[in-house]
């Protein structure tokens, strides 16, 4: 079979690629055998561990103490800890943003490790987009010409590449349970993927109308944003690893297990 990322047949295919990376959550959701070459599979393992690290997957994933690949709750992922307390979480904050009251809303800023690659963020996105097409429309369709931009984006980007993508915060429906949905529109292959406390959307073609799109749903889903290839996270919101303060979330939540 043809490898979807770098096009090859020879490569030797033993695995079954995850259509979503085990790095967010242990999933049974694969691609037939082959459809990832060994060489691709151990190249975009590493690129997938990044969005596992997003703060807003990680506040998710620790939230609901999803497993990870080796079947466990992790310590940390990314900021976010285990707190020793039972159904806790810890995240670093700044000291100032944990004294801004709003109403009966506390307002804080989780910061972002300094490690977090934004550029391989998103080609991990894209990666996952790309399975998508492949799990839901085959093989054939996913090697269909017009997705080589992506794959090249994903597989071997240029210098400085960023393509832009939507972000979606879910605080009120936070769930264990991952959705991958393609988008019809006109124009774009956009596919939306939900990982526990965000919705993510990109475009695989990179036509340009995503944020047309996007702002297009700003009416049902106010805190959507489109973040562009010059966006990134500002540097008042990155951790240094330095001594800080931190804020311990304690919440009761379903089971995970029983979550729909
Ligand atoms: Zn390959």
């Known amino acids: 079979?043809?490898?979807?990322?770098?096009?090859?047949?020879?490569?030797?295919?033993?695995?079954?690629?995850?259509?979503?990376?085990?790095?967010?959550?242990?999933?049974?959701?694969?691609?037939?055998?082959?459809?990832?070459?060994?060489?691709?599979?151990?190249?975009?393992?590493?690129l997938d561990n990044v969005l596992a690290k997003h703060p807003l997957v990680a506040l998710g994933a620790q939230l609901l103490r999803v497993p990870g690949k080796k079947g466990r709750v992790r310590r940390v992922i990314g900021t976010v800890r285990q707190a020793e307390k039972e159904r806790a979480i810890a995240i670093p904050v700044h000291a100032e943003e944990c004294a801004?009251?709003?109403?009966s809303t506390w307002?804080?800023?989780?910061?972002?490790?300094?490690?977090?690659?934004?550029?391989?963020?998103?080609?991990?996105?894209?990666?996952?987009?790309?399975?998508?097409?492949?799990?839901?429309?085959?093989?054939?369709?996913?090697?269909?010409?017009?997705?080589?931009?992506?794959?090249?984006?994903?597989?071997e980007p240029k210098p400085s590449e960023k393509w832009g993508f939507g972000q979606l915060p879910l605080f009120n429906g936070i769930s264990s349970e991952i959705r991958l949905l393609l988008v019809p529109d006109q124009g774009m292959v956009a596919i939306g993927m939900r990982l526990f406390a965000a919705a993510f959307y990109v475009d695989l073609l990179n036509s340009g109308a995503l944020p047309a799109w996007i702002d297009g749903e700003k009416a049902n889903s106010p805190d959507l944003r489109y973040w562009g290839p010059?966006?990134?996270?500002?540097?008042?919101?990155?951790?240094?690893?330095?001594?800080?303060?931190?804020?311990?979330?304690?919440?009761?939540?379903?089971?995970?297990?029983?979550?729909?």
């Open 100 to 103: 801004t009251r709003d109403g």
């Open 1 to 46: 079979m043809r490898c979807i990322y770098c096009l090859e047949t020879g490569n030797p295919a033993r695995g079954r690629p995850h259509v979503v990376p085990e790095a967010v959550g242990k999933n049974d959701i694969v691609l037939p055998p082959g459809a990832e070459c060994d060489s691709c599979n151990a190249y975009l393992g590493q």
């Open 230 to 260: 010059a966006d990134g996270v500002p540097v008042s919101q990155v951790w240094d690893g330095k001594p800080r303060f931190e804020v311990l979330i304690d919440l009761e939540l379903p089971n995970p297990s029983s979550a729909k």
């Open 107 to 155: 307002r804080v800023t989780p910061l972002v490790d300094s490690q977090f690659d934004d550029f391989k963020f998103r080609r991990s996105l894209h990666h996952v987009g790309l399975n998508v097409i492949a799990y839901q429309r085959g093989i054939e369709v996913a090697l269909e010409s017009r997705f080589d931009p992506v794959r090249s984006y994903v597989r």
